[in-house]
């Protein structure tokens, strides 16, 4: 199965030699928001009146996914307010945990254990195959710095980090004000249909409130 959205974020955060996370908070909004739209464009969630529901509770044949739509199965009838922004408030931590397992299944990212001061475990995931995100980069390069046009998925990957402002995850060398007006465009942009295009403006305007909450939860820890 290739990598899910969620996935493709996740590699994009991490340092590939150190493993450590970069811009988490932000990143691990735009991990779960990627998984969330990946059910959305398999058809299998929706939004109804502003809320999340499961339209297909079939699986989608990917462990990571299904895991995802099993919890949201569970949770959105139970909830009193089951919003996208919600979900990704409640999940974001938990859809990471899964996620990082999933490429350290994949081969693509190796597991270290470390105590920091002999007391706090602290994990890191360095890179084990580069070519998931070599070839990820380049995608994102010939479609934001030469102009191609870019298929579904790459532009909805596209808006989820522009969404979710990681510009400098995509581009860690150049400006942000050099790439962000042809990502904006991008987000902004008819390379997909109606149904597909709906479900990430919705996860964008959830990814900017349950990014923005969580930034402002750090800074009052």
Known sequence: MPVTLGEEVMLLSL??????AKDKWAAACAVASGLLLELARAGRVGVDDGLLEVTDASPTGDALLDGRLERIAAW????????????????QWKTVEATLTSLRERGI?????????????VRRYPEADGTVERELRGRLARVVLEGAEPDERTGALIGLLHGARLHGLAFPDLPRGQVEPRMAAIAEGQWAGDAVRDAIRTTQAALVAATTAAVVAATMT
Do not use: I, M
Not at 15 to 20: K, L, P, V
Not at 115 to 121: D, E, I, K, S, T
């Open 76 to 91: 959105a009838p139970t909830s009193r307010s089951a919003t996208v922004a919600n979900w990704l408030r409640k999940e």
């Open 15 to 20: 340092d590939d030699e150190s493993g450590q």
């Open 109 to 121: 990212v190796t597991e270290e254990r470390h105590r920091v001061l002999g007391l706090f475990p």
